[in-house]
């Protein structure tokens, strides 16, 4: 939750964000 606060203050690396919270999201489905 905290990365995703920070990336939405930033809103900067957008992709980055993106594959981050996609990446996260496979390791909890895998998990």
Known sequence: ???KASS???SEPG????I???G???AL???
């Open 15 to 18: 992709a980055l964000g993106k």
């Open 8 to 10: 939405k203050g930033k």
């Open 24 to 26: 996260y999201n496979a």
């Open 1 to 3: 939750m905290a990365g």
């Open 20 to 22: 981050y919270l996609i």
């Open 29 to 31: 489905v895998v998990g």
